[in-house]
C-alpha cells in the first residue's frame, strides 16, 4: 500500500539512523576521555566504586607524603645520634687519658678537650632538627612525647575510617633535657641526666681535682664505696659513660629499625595505589582498540542510514507517476 500520509519506510530509516547517531555520539565520547563510565548515568555501580577509590587514592598520596616526612625525620634524628656517639667515645678516651695521668696540669688540658666535646654535642644534637622536630632534645614540658608517622588509611564496614601509625618514644631516644633545671643542669636525656655509678651527667663531666673529689662512687647496688681511691672515681665516670654509649646504640638501633620499617611502608603504600588505580582503569578506562574500531563501523552505519532514509522519501515521489496522463 502506497500513502502520501504515512512514509514507514522512512519512519523505520529514520529510528534506525537515529540510534545509530546515539551509538557514534557515545563513542566519540568514550574516544575523547578514555573513559567507558565518565559518569554516573554510563554505568551507576563502577561509577560509585571508582570515585570511592580514587578518593582512597588520594588519602594513600597523603599518607605517602606523611611518610616521607616521617622518614627524614628520623634519618635526621639517626645521623645526629651517629654523631653523638662518636663525640662520646672521645669522651671516653679523654677520661681514660686523664685516669693515666697524675698530672693535674694534663688534666686540664684534657679537660679542655672535654669541654669542646661537650660544646660539640650540644651543637650537634640542637642540629638534628627536621621541619620543627628533634628526636634527640625536647624543648619544652609541653612538647610531644612521641613522634607519630601515619602509614595507612583504613576505610572499613560502614566507612568507619582507622589509621595506622609508627611510634618513636622520645624517652628512648632523647639526649638532652632543654626543660632541666638547676646548676649544673641536671635533666632525664641520656647525656644531661645524673650517672648511676658517678652522679655526674656526661655533660656536665669534669676531671679535674676540685671537682673529681666531690665524686662519691657507687658500687652495682648502688650504695656509696667506702674510702674510695681516685681510681674508684674514674671507673665510675667510666661505667657511666659506657652505660651512656649502650643507651644510645639501643636508640640508634630503634631509629634505624623505624626507618626500615617506613621505607618498607612507602614501597606498599606505592604499589598499592598502583594497583587500585589498574583497578579502577579496569572498571571505567575504554578499549581503545575496541572502539576505534566500533567507531569505523558506526561511521559506515550512519552514512549507509542516510542513504536508506533518502531512499524511503523518495519512494513517495513514485506516487506521481501515477496521475502523469
Do not use: C, H
Amino acid at each position: 500500500m502506497s500513502s502520501i500520509n504515512t512514509n514507514a519506510s522512512a519512519m523505520t530509516a529514520l529510528q534506525t539512523l537515529s540510534a545509530t547517531n546515539k551509538n557514534l555520539a557515545t563513542t566519540q565520547g568514550r574516544i575523547a576521555t578514555g573513559m567507558r563510565v565518565a559518569e554516573a548515568s554510563d554505568n551507576a555501580a563502577y561509577w560509585s566504586i571508582a570515585t570511592t577509590m580514587r578518593s582512597d587514592n588520594k588519602a594513600n598520596s597523603v599518607v605517602q607524603d606523611a611518610l616521607g616526612l616521617g622518614a627524614a625525620k628520623v634519618d635526621t634524628a639517626y645521623a645526629g645520634m651517629k654523631s653523638a656517639i662518636e663525640v662520646v667515645d672521645k669522651i671516653k678516651e679523654k677520661v681514660l687519658l686523664a685516669k693515666a695521668t697524675d698530672s693535674a696540669t694534663e688534666r686540664a688540658k684534657i679537660q679542655g678537650e672535654i669541654a669542646t666535646y661537650q660544646a660539640q654535642l650540644k651543637d650537634n644534637i640542637a642540629g638534628a632538627s627536621y621541619a620543627g622536630s628533634n628526636l634527640l632534645k625536647n624543648g619544652a614540658t609541653t612538647d610531644p612525647t612521641k613522634l607519630s608517622v601515619i602509614t595507612s588509611y583504613n576505610r572499613g564496614a560502614g566507612n568507619a575510617v582507622t589509621t595506622g601509625t609508627i611510634d618513636i618514644a622520645f624517652t628512648a631516644t632523647r639526649l638532652i633535657d632543654s626543660a632541666a633545671t638547676g646548676t649544673p643542669v641536671v635533666g632525664t636525656g641520656i647525656l644531661d641526666k645524673a650517672g648511676g655509678r658517678s652522679d655526674v651527667s656526661i655533660l656536665n663531666l669534669n676531671i679535674t681535682g676540685t671537682n673529681l673529689s666531690g665524686i662519691v662512687p657507687k658500687d652495682a647496688a648502688g650504695a656509696a664505696i667506702p674510702t674510695p681511691t681516685e681510681a674508684d672515681k674514674f671507673d665510675a665516670l667510666l661505667t657511666d659513660i659506657e652505660s651512656a654509649l649502650g643507651s644510645m646504640s639501643t636508640a640508634a638501633a630503634e631509629l634505624g629499625a623505624s626507618k626500615a620499617r617506613i621505607d618498607l611502608q612507602k614501597d606498599f603504600v606505592s604499589k598499592l595505589s598502583d594497583s587500585i588505580d589498574r583497578g579502577v582503569g579496569q572498571l571505567v578506562d575504554a578499549d581503545m582498540n575496541k572502539e576505534s574500531t566500533r567507531l569505523q563501523a558506526l561511521q559506515v552505519q550512519q552514512q549507509l542510514g542516510i542513504q536508506a532514509l533518502s531512499i524511503a522519501n523518495g519512494n513517495t515521489q513514485s506516487v506521481l507517476s501515477l496521475f502523469r496522463g
